[in-house]
């Protein structure tokens, strides 16, 4: 069972279950192992075929569907920060094609790196540029929103691995929405701009 403690910190009950919307029936997955599962940093979760991707603490676990566990994959090149986040490290990250791409630092998304899920490696890429928060990806295009003075979206080339030039979001866009993929645009929705937001703008790329 959840467990209630300290004022900023709950222990989260580490069960994991899934919903067959055919049969409207769920039934009970493996119990994600540690550092996957726990109350000290928000986890980045990613389909990758049948299976999950699950990225916390610097760390990538998969959980294969058809054998019903888990699996390390490992963590990319570790870096000193120079500040720690008492959430636990903070990281942004999405699945492009073939590939995990992770930006994360102590106390912002800093520090890149990418996982080649067919080779199995780990290589270093670009930095974050200042303020990334939230990424989305598409099958072959990745997206970042960042958040300094005004909310901006950008794209992460996965080819050249660079980010393009931000452009300026409407002010709808409020701080830590939730990014969507629709197809052929990315959908930026809710979040904060002193008070919550009820909107959000569409972000269509060249």
Known sequence: MAQCCAIDSVLEDPAAAAYDPATNTWRRLADPPAPWSGDDGAPIIARYGPDMLVWRHDRLGRYDVASNTWSDLGSPPQHQDNCASTAGPVSVGAVDGDSFFVWTGGCQ???????????????????????????VASETRLFGLLRGTTTQPSEFDVKTRAWSAPVDAPNSVGTYPSLFWTGSAVLAWAGSAGTDQRGGAIYSPA
């Open 109 to 135: 998304a800093q520090h890149g790196a990418a996982f080649d899920l067919i080779a199995g490696t780990w290589s270093e890429i670009a930095a974050a540029p200042d303020g990334l928060r939230e990424a």
